[in-house]
């Protein structure tokens, strides 16, 4: 009926049971009842769930010491892929998807207003000139902003994309996302934040925790139709390139 319904789901590590309570209608759902499909290491806020058939998204933790238990496990982190590397965007997902990465939230942009997403170069000229190269480069074409989730993050997304300069990285990172996917230090593939707290800022301009949509997508389509790839295909490796 593509409605969307709000469960509190209740996992019970001893014996792997679950039990689901429709929080709307305030009556249990599902009765406790093993499920050997699901496993602790499954829930953390951001991942997609299956219980018996019904597709979960987890978006919140039911009490503090739950959050204290699983959601220390995980951080966000922004992956901005630049205008050089979205023709390469099968490949870079692939990549994130097989070092352990989770993609909770994805946009793709032709994005104007970047000089509010910039911190503000410090008065050197050539800084200055640097950050206006960048600004004209990053707005040349279409990006992709992802919001990706895994176990620390934002060390783990920035060992993965390399030294910046896609040059040096050829020398001491040569596997590499912008060893393999960028040209120079400006045209370096992806974007990574250097800090939780940077990440989390990161995040609120593409995607607003207040529920607001930030950056219009303003990719402009025609003759076109929807192509969506089912779970099954996607754990299989078969979305392809």
Same mark, same amino acid.
């Given at each position: 009926?593509?409605?969307?319904?709000? &469960?509190?789901?209740?996992? &019970?590590?001893?014996?792997?049971?679950?039990?689901? $309570?429709? %929080?709307?209608? /305030?009556? +249990?759902?599902?009765?406790?009842?093993?499920?050997?499909?699901?496993?602790?290491?499954?829930?953390?806020? !951001?991942?997609?769930? +299956?219980?018996? #058939?019904?597709?979960?998204?987890?978006?919140?933790?039911?009490?503090? $010491?739950?959050?204290?238990?699983?959601?220390?496990?995980?951080?966000?982190?922004?992956?901005?892929?630049?205008?050089?590397?979205?023709?390469?965007? !099968?490949?870079?997902?692939?990549?994130?998807? @097989?070092?352990?990465?989770?993609?909770?939230?994805?946009?793709?942009?032709? &994005?104007?207003?970047?000089? @509010? &997403?910039?911190?503000? =170069?410090?008065?050197?000229?050539?800084?200055?000139?640097?950050?206006?190269?960048?600004?004209?480069? %990053? +707005?040349?074409?279409?990006?992709?902003?992802?919001?990706?989730?895994?176990?620390d993050a934002v060390s783990k997304?920035?060992?993965?994309?390399?030294?910046?300069?896609?040059?040096?990285?050829?020398?001491?990172?040569?596997?590499?996302?912008?060893?393999?996917?960028?040209?120079?230090?400006?045209? @370096?593939?992806? /974007?990574?934040?250097?800090?939780?707290? #940077?990440?989390?800022?990161?995040?609120?301009?593409?995607?607003?925790?207040?529920?607001?949509? !930030?950056?219009? @997508?303003?990719?402009?389509? +025609?003759? =076109?139709?929807? =192509?969506?790839?089912?779970? /099954?295909?996607?754990?299989?490796?078969?979305?392809?390139?």
């Amino acid at each position: 009926a593509a409605l969307f319904r709000r &469960y509190e789901l209740l996992y &019970y590590p001893k014996d792997g049971s679950v039990e689901m $309570y429709d %929080v709307k209608n /305030h009556r +249990t759902f599902l009765k406790r009842t093993k499920y050997d499909s699901l496993h602790l290491e499954d829930l953390f806020v !951001g991942n997609k769930i +299956t219980v018996f #058939s019904r597709h979960l998204s987890l978006v919140d933790y039911g009490d503090q $010491y739950t959050a204290r238990k699983l959601g220390s496990r995980k951080e966000r982190t922004l992956a901005l892929i630049k205008p050089d590397a979205v023709p390469k965007l !099968g490949e870079l997902i692939d990549i994130i998807i @097989n070092a352990g990465f989770t993609i909770t939230k994805a946009k793709m942009m032709i &994005y104007i207003g970047l000089e @509010n &997403y910039f911190i503000p =170069c410090p008065g050197h000229w050539l800084l200055l000139l640097f950050c206006s190269e960048l600004l004209q480069f %990053v +707005t040349s074409g279409p990006v992709v902003a992802m919001e990706i989730l895994g176990d620390d993050a934002v060390s783990k997304w920035k060992t993965l994309l390399g030294p910046a300069n896609s040059a040096v990285a050829q020398t001491d990172a040569p596997d590499s996302i912008r060893a393999n996917f960028g040209h120079d230090g400006l045209r @370096n593939a992806a /974007h990574g934040p250097d800090s939780v707290a #940077s990440a989390a800022r990161e995040l609120e301009l593409f995607f607003p925790s207040s529920g607001g949509r !930030g950056p219009v @997508n303003s990719a402009q389509f +025609t003759n =076109c139709t929807c =192509c969506v790839i089912k779970p /099954h295909a996607v754990n299989e490796g078969k979305q392809g390139r």
